[in-house]
């Protein structure tokens, strides 16, 4: 079929005289032609093309960061090479050396990665491993700019560009064969606007949503289904009817060929089909176990401890000076973490859903079961705090008048919308989520790797923007202007980052000027449009799943070359 | 004057015939229309109360797979002043309002399918939702009639086809004729 670019080439040859036949010829001629005028339309169609024919096999994996973590711990890169500037932020850290934060990436694995990948854990087969291991099938487009505020307004753009449109989730919908052809798990319960809730097809397919904080989902799923495959004693009947149906109103719906599958589907017991998927689980909540309660994650080495109230006892210590001191150690509005070594507030934490989350993916991608899932992914919770309420803090001579009340909460939640969260908590859970994480995606990938699966899925982890550091550490804000994308396939020839970013960007008032290197995207020559959007990002998901653009006027960021996917852009810059 | 008459008349004949065409495309009986809480209030007129335990679970409390956005103020239609009920689960949103942004019309999928086959089995075998399902229709014996009004209940003022009425006549039992027609999502069409 010719791409409509092809066709208009076609037109305009016989617009200016030519025959059909010489119209068709100059299009091969435009085809075979090498310039780089022609490079990139024809990169973008040689990707729709040629992923085509793969389209019906490729499975969509969104791991869907809503509420917007601090990506910089993980997949944003912002030193991809030791000559990359870099302008420091206090805010944009990545360890804790047991004195003082910093953002010091390693090199030792071709670009800049932070701590977070190099953290060994050890798998269900008892082997030491590091997230590093996903670098060959891994890469990250940064520097993307989501162009309006708003939480899930940009979260539901990440699979429906064009809002209450149509969305990526549902044009894979309508292709699959599958028995659930999409799926949704939302990360919050009540009301959640992320992109779990944008799914909307163009031929009246169907999405099952999972509601957040459900644990098993299975029972979910499956609730209605129970007890083995059905009878075949109405079979006939039924049809006959359906035979009836398509004469007298024409065309059908072929769900006989869907009984086969549900009859497939409920071969084996639902009894076995739980057990194996609470192997699965088992699995995954043990690595997670593993780092949230161990000796693994990347700050338990040494005690990272609260703010300490003695420093209020300085008399020459101002109220306006305040937030400056203890505002690294902001939690949630006006509280400040104190006293305590802060790593042992997690020692009972755990994440809720994200455990049972990977086990789906994989149970679900396994059996051949789903086409498309997007899981919001949960933070930490039941963190144990001691904090005091920044208002009553007494300063100078006070600090001896006045008992300052230490309240103790053992429920607390992490958050990844930081904007009253400073570095020291912020780093902390953040790095926990990102082990926990990275660890089940090593997983993940081992298993779709030993199944021939990983070629035909596209895992993709996105959040609506990434975010942008308060010089005074008390949190961070939108980072609108900067979001990172980063896919896994095994189709993928990684690792690669892409997009280029601005070496200090510069917020609207005096608190917030000159913010350091956190990910703002910058102009770049090698786009038409002079920066990268949602849009860009939108046409590389879509053509990597074979799907029409729903974005058709931003090039797709990937092309194929030698049947493995790289990138159409160069290395990303930090400029400025 | 006739002749502008008729002149008229062509283009009125025109236009109708063209409004006709078009309009056909809107009301083709080729997808299920039938969101969620009809096919539940369906399935409870034929089966009775007995059934409505199975129906809930699988219909109503399942909006994502049947269509039709749930009603997240549907509670407050339904709250009586001074009677303290506030939520009545049949009218509300089951998964916290996530439903309440549906489309009314969606596809079957195989896991629709498949619990829709499974529900039509349970209450075709169960004796009291057959029974009610009969007794509803005053209906016992297996005969051309009898079938023929079991063929109605799901598809109203249609005919079944000789071959269908034949094989229905054929059965021992109840049960494969209730589930048979039940199962097929195509009553759905409406």
């Given amino acids: 079929m010719n791409t409509r670019r092809q066709f208009l080439t076609q037109i305009f040859g016989m617009a200016i005289g030519l025959s059909p036949a010489r119209a068709l010829a100059l299009t091969a001629w435009k085809s075979a032609l090498g310039s780089h005028f022609f490079r990139r339309a024809r990169a973008a169609e040689g990707t ?38 870099f302008h420091p932020h206090p805010y944009v850290v990545d360890r804790f050396d047991g004195k003082k934060f910093s953002y ?132 006939q009947l039924l049809q006959e009817i359906e035979t009836e149906i398509r004469q007298r109103y024409g065309s059908i719906p072929d769900y006989q060929s869907k009984r086969v599958k549900a009859k497939i589907l409920l071969e084996h017991s639902l009894a076995s089909a739980r057990a194996e998927y609470q192997t699965i689980v088992k699995k995954y909540l043990a690595l997670e176990r593993q780092i949230v309660t161990g000796k693994h994650h990347l700050v338990n080495s040494h005690p990272m401890p609260g703010f300490n109230l003695e420093q209020l006892r300085n008399p020459n210590l101002k109220q306006r000076d305040l937030l400056a001191l203890v505002g690294p150690y902001y939690y949630n509005g006006d509280m400040v973490l104190v006293n305590q070594d802060l790593t042992k507030s997690t020692e009972g934490s755990y994440f809720k859903d994200l455990p049972y989350q990977f086990a789906l993916v994989e149970y679900l991608l396994n059996k051949k079961m789903a086409q498309s899932m997007v899981m919001g992914m949960g933070t930490l919770e039941n963190i144990a705090l001691e904090a005091v309420n920044v208002k009553t803090l007494p300063l100078g001579a006070q600090y001896d008048k006045v008992k300052i009340a230490i309240e103790r909460q053992s429920n607390g939640s992490a958050w990844f919308d930081a904007h009253n969260v400073g570095t020291v908590p912020n780093f902390l859970h953040t790095s926990i989520f990102f082990q926990v994480f990275s660890a089940c995606l090593v997983e993940l990938v081992d298993n779709l790797k030993a199944n021939n699966l990983f070629d035909s899925t596209l895992i993709h982890i996105a959040s609506e923007f990434d975010r942008e550091p308060n010089n005074n550490c008390a949190g961070s804000d939108h980072g609108i202007h900067g979001n990172t994308t980063s896919f896994l396939t095994g189709k993928l020839k990684g690792p690669f980052v892409v997009g280029d970013i601005v070496l200090t960007s510069e917020g609207s008032d005096s608190i917030q000027k000159a913010k350091g290197t956190w990910g703002h995207g910058a102009l770049n020559e090698n786009i038409k449009q002079g920066f990268l959007t949602y849009e860009n990002i939108n046409s590389t998901v879509t053509s990597i799943l074979g799907l029409n653009s729903l974005t058709p006027n931003k090039d797709p960021l990937m092309e194929r070359q030698s049947g493995l996917l790289t990138p159409t852009l160069p290395p990303g810059r930090n400029v400025g | 004057m006739l002749a502008k008459n008729k002149f008229a008349l062509l283009w009125t004949a025109v236009f109708c015939l063209s409004a006709n065409a078009l309009g056909s495309d809107v009301i083709k009986r080729n997808r299920p229309k039938m969101d969620h809480e009809s096919v539940y209030y369906f399935l409870v007129k034929q089966f009775g109360p007995a059934s409505q335990a199975l129906l809930k679970k699988n219909f109503l409390m399942r909006p994502n797979l049947w269509g039709g956005p749930c009603d997240p103020y549907g509670q407050v239609f339904l709250t009586k002043k001074g009677q303290g009920v506030l939520v009545d689960e049949e009218t509300e949103c089951p998964d916290e309002g996530m439903s309440s942004k549906l489309d009314f019309y969606v596809e079957r999928d195989t896991l629709a399918i498949l619990i829709l086959d499974k529900t039509c089995e349970k209450l075709g075998q169960d004796e009291e939702t057959l029974r009610y399902f009969l007794q509803a229709k005053s209906i016992s014996e297996i005969n051309s009639e009898s079938v023929t009004q079991a063929y109605q209940a799901f598809f109203p003022n249609t005919v079944p086809s000789a071959a269908w009425t034949q094989q229905a006549m054929g059965q021992k039992s109840w049960a494969p004729i209730v589930t048979g027609l039940c199962r097929t999502p195509t009553w759905q069409f409406l």
């Fill in chain 1, 48 to 85: 729709l093309q040629s992923m085509e024919s793969v389209a019906e096999q490729m499975s969509y994996v969104q791991l869907n960061l809503s509420e917007a973590p601090s990506r910089w711990l993980f997949d944003l890169i912002l030193r991809p090479t030791r000559n990359s500037p």
């Fill in chain 1, 104 to 235: 010091a990436p390693d090199f030792k694995h071709e670009l800049g990665l932070p701590l977070v990948w190099q953290q060994p854990f050890r798998d269900s087969k008892g082997q030491t491993r590091t997230a590093v291991e996903l670098l060959p099938h891994w890469g990250s487009i940064r520097g993307v700019r989501m162009l309006r505020e708003g939480h899930g307004f940009n979260n539901r753009r990440i699979v429906a560009p064009h809002p209450g449109g149509i969305s990526i989730t549902g044009l894979l919908a309508d292709r699959s064969d599958r028995p659930l052809p999409s799926i949704g798990w939302a990360k919050r319960s009540g009301g959640d606007q992320t992109a779990t809730l944008a799914f909307r097809s163009e031929k009246g397919s169907s999405s099952v949503n999972i509601p957040a904080g459900i644990g098993d989902p299975f029972e979910f799923l499956f609730t209605g289904v129970e007890g083995g495959p059905i009878g075949d004693s109405s079979d």
